[in-house]
Structures are given as C-alpha cells and as structure tokens.
C-alpha cells in the first residue's frame, strides 16, 4: 500500500510541474500574441501609405504569425487539460488509498432494493461500485452497471474477462490517458442516444442530382458575377446571384435547423469519445482476444468520430451572423455542411453504434483493470468445473479498510449445501454474508477477489440480508420479507446454480412460528440446486445437522466477555454459538 501510494503521488508531482509549466509557456505566448497584433494593427495603417511597399509584405506575414500563435496556444490549452485530468486522476487515486471518498459518480441512480445489489452494497455511497467506477461517459457508466447487475456465469466469458483485465492492469500510463480524454464531463444521458436516431434518418439534398449541380454551380456563379460587379462598377448581378443563392439556403432551412438541434453542442462529448477509442488503440492487447476484438472493431473510429465533431462544430458556426451572411451569401454555406453532414452519415451509418458501445466497454474495463493494479495482493479465482462449490482461503470485504479486515475461509459444496451460522449480535455473521456474495459477484466480472485463494463454481446470488417496509405500497416489514424469500424460491425453480444469503428470517413472528418456519424453508432451500449461508440466532435449527448430515453444517461466530469486557475475533468457527451479548451489553448500558 506504501509504494502504491508513492507511485501515484510522485506521478501526481511530476503532473502538477508539467502544469505550471504549460500555464507558463501559455502565458509567454499569450503576451506575444498580443505584441503581433499591436505590431499588424501598425502594419495595416502603414500599408496605406504611398511608397511603403514592404508594410504590407509585414501585414501578411504577421497574419501568418498571428495564425501559427493561434494553433499554439491551441495545442497547448488542449496539453493543459490532459495534464490537469492526469493530475486530477493520480490525486483521486492517491485519495482513495487514503480511504477518501472517489470522486467518480458511485451509481446511486443504479440501486434497486429487488436485487442483490442492496443487500451487497453494490451501488451507492461507500459501493462497490464507487469503489471501481472511473467511467465519465454514460455508455461507461451503464455498461459497468450493467455487469455488476447481471454479472457472468458462463466460465468463458468470465475468463475472457480476467485475461483483459490481466492485460490492461499493469498499463497505466495508458489507462489513465483513456480516463482522462472525458474526466469532469457530466453523464450526458440522451444526447448520443440522439445522435443514433439522427444517423438512421434519410439524406436529404446528398442523393438528389439538382443540389449536386447547385452546391459547385452557384458558388462559382457567385464569385463571377462578382468579379463583374467591381470591373463594371454596377452591383446588380451579384445582387441577383446572392438573392438566389437566399432562396437555395432558405428552402433548406428547416432541414438545417433539424440538423443543427441533433448535433448541436455535441462536440465535447463526441471529441472526448475519439480520445477514449484513441487512446485505447495505443495499448497492448497482451493476447487477449476481448481486447484484440475491441481494437479490431474501432480501428479508424477515432478520425470518424473526430470528423463528425468537426462537421458538428462546422454547423455550429452557421450561427455566427458573419458566418451566415457572408458564407450562405457567396458560397452555400449551409448545403456544403449538409453535403458533408449526409457523406459521413453514409459512409459511417452502421458502425457508430458499435463504436459507441465499445467506448462503454473501454470505460469498463479501465474501470475494473484500475481496481485489479490498486489491488495487486488480491488473487484471480479458478473456477470449478464440477459440481457446484466455493472454496476460499483467506476471504475479507473489499469495503472494510484493510487494517479493520479480518479474513475467513469459506468450504461449501464439498460436500454440504447449507452452512447453518449462529452467533451473538455484531459478532460478524452479516458481513461473512456479504464477504461471500460480493467476492462472487467480483469473481463473475472477471475481477482479482480479496482472498489468497479462491476457487469457485459460477453462481446466481439471491439474499435476503436488508429488508425494509413500504409506506407507499402499503407493505409491513414482515410482508415485505415474505415477498423477498417467495421471489428466491421461484428463481431456484429453474433449477439454475444459485448461492442464496439468509440472514434471520422471519424476525416478525413468535419465537416458536419463527423456528417451523425457518425450519420448513431450510429444508425446502436443500432440494434445489444451490448453495447457501443462512445466519441465524436460533440456536434450535443446529440440530437440522444431525437430520440432514453431510448436506447442512454448523458454524458460529463467538463473543467473549474478559476483564468485563466484550470483544470478538469476527473468527468463523465449526459448531454452535456458545456465548450471549445482550444481557450484558444491556447492562453495560444501564438498561437493565
């Protein structure tokens, strides 16, 4: 942890010189900008002046200058911004380690109280997914939602997944320049959902043989009958030309407009896109076929979608009154930038799409390889081909800060089914739960698991862990518990290789109803094709071990009271809870 935190923050000092010194390279040549205009408003003034041939030779070498000072300062605003995402990048990282909070969306929006992700803390403040996510795209955003929603269970694509993850996470230099192309933009929602539909519509002016003729005939026209206008000194003919080529532009106006809407203001985002495939192109695919694959698929999608920002941003400026007057005027503005706005979307039509949704995969797996290079003392699991089990060693949360963490071990399948875990209030049996189900989760999404070793069979996580009631719904607690354990019964149905999570059932009934119930519903879990951790303070439901031997098994969390104090080791062990807090915590607290 030391050294990943000197390796970002020597990245982070190195970023912050590069900074200082862009801003002041910039500076320098922000001021001789300045001196070269002063210096071509003098040049002009002089040109007109008899006998002062070489001024205006001055004029147009200075607007030459003045030209080239321009592009600098562009080059290096655009090296400014890199340089201060990179810094941005490396100090959130070096935040994180310091158990700050990220400072990239943590996917609050992606909760859902009907899926394991509430139960695991999958998503939302202090969320695994917070945890991962460096995404700044919303394709990047719901593309690692999505995995984290419906992670894998077909072994190949999981090891698809490890092997890019492999691939990616010792490269970071190249990971943090991808992540740096969109940082700081906001999740744009609809907006390229928009620019999908628009590149499905039918062209317009491109395929009719008039507006071809048009587009070269009447800018040529124009400038003739210009040329005649000043030779002859009357302005009637250029009058007449400008009039029709009014009249060509106006009869498109609606159709421009229409355009202008559908790509307006999207250069950003689509610039920051170009970057991403960009960047991306430039790694080491390190034999990894998802990574061969994306690269294949996007192989010149960086300079199309650069084009389209471009001719976006050409559009743009139609509405620049200049631009408008002066350019539809002489030279049919608007139809050149229709023409080249219906080339693209021709030429492009059936690949942006793909493009888009490999720029969500990008983001994705950025994401989760940045995770794998923060944790490099986490394990890849193996998966198990037969049967279907979980065998661990060394287990413990990613959400626990590693000094907190204490690490278990995990054996279920070989052969017992249902591990029967009893113990004390805060003794730890509701985060083994959650130990469990989120590293199987991480093992799905192709991740490094927080365990020295970790060998599993791909399996569908059901729980019943957090539970809340409904005013809106008109639902109790009870209700609602019975409604999440009757939604895990019917998905066991199908008789698809599931690891369900209990954790005491059945808290709103009588002492003795809660134990048949429980008992009944342990019973009916066995029969399926799964496996399962059911926590529990009954300590009666252990002798279900005995009934049902080598498929339920008894482990427990102990608490010991020593010097008057109560403590815990958070230690999963064989057998039954022995020990009781809540007497004496009630009489630590002068309840009782």
């Given at each position: 942890m030391a050294e990943l935190k000197e390796f970002y923050q020597n990245l982070a000092d190195q970023y912050e010189y590069s900074l200082a010194k862009i801003k002041k390279n910039a500076?320098?040549?922000?001021?001789?900008?300045?001196?070269?205009?002063?210096?071509?408003?003098?040049?002009?003034?002089?040109?007109?002046?008899?006998?002062?041939?070489?001024?205006?030779?001055?004029?147009?070498?200075?607007?030459?200058?003045?030209?080239?000072?321009?592009?600098?300062?562009?080059?290096?605003?655009?090296?400014?911004?890199?340089?201060?995402?990179?810094?941005?990048?490396?100090?959130?990282?070096?935040?994180?380690?310091?158990?700050?909070?990220?400072?990239?969306?943590?996917?609050?929006?992606?909760?859902?109280?009907?899926?394991?992700?509430?139960?695991?803390?999958?998503?939302?403040?202090?969320?695994?997914?917070?945890?991962?996510?460096?995404?700044?795209?919303?394709?990047?955003?719901?593309?690692?939602?999505?995995?984290?929603k419906n992670a894998f269970t077909n072994p190949e694509t999981i090891i698809l997944y490890q092997k890019a993850i492999q691939?990616?996470?010792?490269?970071?230099?190249?990971?943090?320049?991808?992540?740096?192309?969109?940082?700081?933009?906001?999740?744009?929602?609809?907006?390229?959902?928009?620019?999908?539909?628009?590149?499905?519509?039918?062209?317009?002016?491109?395929?009719?043989?008039?507006?071809?003729?048009?587009?070269?005939?009447?800018?040529?026209?124009?400038?003739?009958?210009?040329?005649?206008?000043?030779?002859?000194?009357?302005y009637y003919p250029i009058t007449i030309t400008v009039i029709i080529s009014w009249l060509a532009v106006g009869s498109l106006v609606k159709y421009t407009q229409q355009q202008n809407i559908s790509l307006g203001k999207k250069q950003t985002q689509l610039t920051a896109y170009a970057h991403i495939l960009k960047e991306f192109n430039k790694i080491a695919t390190n034999s990894s076929r998802l990574l061969q694959e994306i690269q294949h698929q996007t192989t010149n999608a960086d300079q199309q979608i650069n084009k389209l920002s471009?001719?976006?941003?050409?559009?743009?400026?139609?509405?620049n009154v200049l631009v408008n007057i002066l350019l539809n005027s002489f030279l049919l503005y608007d139809v050149q930038c229709l023409f080249s706005l219906e080339k693209w979307k021709k030429a492009n039509k059936n690949e942006l799409a793909g493009w888009i949704d490999c720029v969500g995969h990008v983001e994705c797996l950025v994401s989760l390889a940045t995770y794998a290079f923060n944790h490099e003392v986490n394990s890849y699991p193996t998966l198990q081909g037969n049967g279907i089990c979980i065998e661990a060693k060394g287990v413990y949360h990613p959400l626990i800060p590693i000094e907190s963490n204490v690490a278990n071990d995990v054996s279920i399948g070989k052969p017992e089914k249902l591990l029967l875990i009893t113990g004390s209030n805060m003794s730890g049996k509701t985060t083994y739960l959650r130990t469990v189900g989120i590293n199987i989760l991480m093992a799905r999404c192709g991740l490094p698991v927080c365990a020295r070793s970790f060998s599993f069979t791909p399996l569908h996580i059901h729980t019943s862990i957090r539970i809340s009631d409904s005013l809106q719904e008109h639902t109790s607690y009870f209700m609602a518990e019975l409604k999440r354990l009757q939604s895990i019964i019917t998905s066991l149905k199908d008789n698809t290789p599931s690891l369900v999570l209990i954790d005491e059932i059945l808290r709103?009934?009588?002492?003795?109803?809660?134990?048949?119930?429980?008992?009944?519903?342990?019973?009916?879990?066995?029969?399926?094709?799964?496996?399962?951790?059911?926590?529990?303070?009954?300590?009666?439901?252990?002798?279900?071990?005995?009934?049902?031997?080598?498929?339920?098994?008894?482990?427990?969390?102990?608490?010991?009271?020593?010097?008057?104090?109560?403590?815990?080791?958070?230690?999963?062990?064989?057998?039954?809870?022995?020990?009781?807090?809540?007497?004496?915590?009630?009489?630590?607290?002068?309840?009782?």
């Open positions: 500076f320098l040549v922000a001021a001789l900008r300045l001196i070269v205009f002063v210096l071509l408003l003098a040049c002009l003034y002089l040109t007109f002046k008899p006998g002062t041939w070489y001024y205006p030779v001055c004029l147009a070498a200075g607007i030459a200058g003045f030209l080239w000072l321009i592009s600098i300062s562009s080059r290096l605003e655009q090296r400014r911004q890199l340089t201060a995402n990179l810094l941005f990048i490396n100090m959130n990282e070096l935040g994180i380690l310091q158990s700050k909070k990220n400072a990239f969306d943590d996917g609050q929006s992606e909760r859902s109280s009907n899926l394991y992700v509430d139960d695991l803390d999958v998503f939302g403040d202090g969320s695994l997914f917070q945890l991962i996510n460096r995404t700044s795209t919303h394709y990047g955003k719901i593309t690692l939602a999505g995995i984290l691939g990616l996470a010792p490269q970071n230099s190249h990971r943090q320049h991808i992540i740096a192309g969109a940082v700081n933009q906001p999740y744009e929602q609809n907006s390229i959902s928009g620019l999908l539909a628009w590149i499905q519509e039918p062209p317009v002016v491109s395929h009719q043989l008039k507006w071809k003729l048009i587009r070269f005939a009447l800018p040529v026209i124009n400038l003739v009958t210009l040329l005649i206008s000043l030779d002859i000194g009357e471009r001719l976006a941003n050409l559009l743009d400026q139609r509405l709103g009934t009588n002492s003795e109803d809660k134990f048949h119930g429980s008992e009944a519903f342990v019973e009916k879990l066995i029969g399926y094709n799964t496996l399962c951790l059911f926590a529990t303070h009954d300590l009666k439901l252990s002798e279900l071990e005995t009934r049902h031997k080598g498929v339920i098994a008894n482990y427990c969390f102990e608490s010991k009271i020593e010097n008057n104090k109560l403590e815990f080791d958070y230690k999963i062990l064989r057998g039954v809870a022995k020990n009781k807090n809540a007497t004496f915590l009630m009489k630590q607290m002068e309840i009782i």
